[in-house]
């Protein structure tokens, strides 16, 4: 069974440091084309967050604009799991985050994935 499952979610001052990780289950992320966290905030459409994608032996990061130099996503194949270090967190990162892998030739395009985890939640606030 595909299966991804986020952990690490929680309530954090603004400022501070959350790690989320996404485990893969019955499928291997290094095989699939790209991996990325999406969020979504309440009353907001689904955004991407951060991507990695393949191309031939090399491997490229796409970071939305509003987390560059805040959020490093990352990917551990010996474990077969995703994270994301988020750091400076602002109020505005609040959202449910999703992570989720594809074999389409996309990276930060949430439609082409295919595969989902069911999502954590993080909440900025003081």
């Known amino acids: 069974q595909v299966q991804l499952v986020e952990s690490g979610g929680g309530l954090v001052q603004p400022g501070g440091s959350l790690r989320l990780s996404c485990a893969a289950s019955g499928f291997t992320l290094g095989g699939y084309y790209a991996v990325g966290w999406f969020r979504q905030a309440p009353g907001k459409e689904l955004e991407g967050v951060a991507c990695?994608?393949?191309?031939?032996?090399?491997?490229?990061?796409y970071y939305a604009d509003s987390v560059k130099g805040r959020f490093t996503i990352s990917r551990d194949n010996a474990k077969n799991t995703m994270y994301l270090q988020m750091n400076s967190l602002k109020p505005e990162d609040t959202a449910v985050y999703y992570c989720?892998?594809?074999?389409?030739?996309?990276?930060?395009?949430?439609?082409?994935?295919?595969?989902w985890g069911q999502g954590t939640q993080v909440t900025i606030s003081s």
């Open positions: 990695i994608r393949r191309s031939g032996g090399d491997t490229y990061t």
């Open positions: 989720a892998a594809t074999r389409a030739p996309t990276c930060m395009s949430s439609g082409r994935y295919d595969n």
